[in-house]
């Protein structure tokens, strides 16, 4: 257990809606990233977040945002979901204790199913 | 830009046979070399963080080395339980991003 959660496990939805994906970080880490893999596919970074602020920004679409809140949990926002928004979405976290070079651990994913 | 390369994309090796995944990588500054182990749907389980060339880390039958402009994952008599995606990720220090490469895939039967 990487003591990151997310929730839900699963989500199936139709084309055009809207999702919510939450993320608790493990206790003390600072930063959260948010990462989708689709089929086959490896690791895309999306967002990065540190204490509450955007740290870094990937290839992440105009129709999905995110924040992470004051009790650092963060929540990924999809949104005029597309059949091709299918896949699995991950957070990490890292940064005990304020570092930012440690190794991120990761939760066990939502799978996004858009039908 | 920050870029990720694993060779090979799949290995398949049988049970006891000794090889090693490659990790090459361009980035602005280097914050720390990580390799994760993946399973099918499942997260990437951290393994090992190398910081620095010369670096090594040595964990059951994995060995991960690192110099200037790549990483090494030596699999020593791997069993069939080794069997996983291999993933390899760096951190910039301009950008902070995690960016990782598209791993490699690793089957060892008995």
């Known amino acids: 257990d990487s003591g990151v959660t997310q929730t839900p496990k699963h989500l199936i939805t139709a084309t055009g809606q809207r999702v919510t994906l939450r993320c608790s970080p493990r206790?003390?880490?600072?930063?959260v990233y948010w990462y989708q893999q689709s089929l086959d596919q490896g690791l895309q970074f999306l967002i990065q977040?540190?204490?509450?602020?955007?740290?870094a920004k990937g290839n992440i679409l105009e129709r999905f945002s995110a924040q992470q809140f004051p009790d650092l949990h963060s929540e990924l926002n999809l949104s005029s979901l597309e059949l091709g928004d299918s896949a699995l979405y991950f957070c990490?976290?890292?940064?005990?204790?304020?570092?930012?070079?440690?190794?991120?651990?990761f939760g066990q994913g939502t799978r996004l199913t858009v039908v | 830009e920050d870029q990720v390369t694993q060779s090979p994309e799949a290995l398949r090796l049988q049970e006891g046979e000794s090889s090693s995944l490659n990790c090459s990588y361009t980035?602005?500054?280097?914050?720390?070399l990580f390799w994760y182990r993946q399973d099918p749907g499942k997260g990437p389980e951290f393994l090992f963080t190398?910081?620095?060339a010369g670096e090594e880390k040595e964990k059951e039958r994995l060995k991960a080395t690192l110099t200037k402009k790549e990483s090494f994952l030596h699999i020593t008599a791997p069993k069939p339980e080794d069997s996983a995606t291999y993933l390899c990720?760096?951190?910039?220090?301009?950008?902070?991003?995690?960016?990782f490469g598209q791993g490699t895939t690793l089957q060892v039967k008995p």
């Open positions: 990490a976290s890292s940064g005990l204790s304020g570092s930012p070079n440690t190794e991120a651990f």
């Open positions: 206790s003390g880490d600072l930063s």
């Open positions: 977040y540190y204490n509450g602020e955007e740290r």
């Open positions: 980035v602005s500054g280097l914050r720390g």
């Open positions: 190398l910081y620095s």
């Open positions: 990720a760096v951190r910039s220090s301009n950008t902070g991003k995690l960016i």
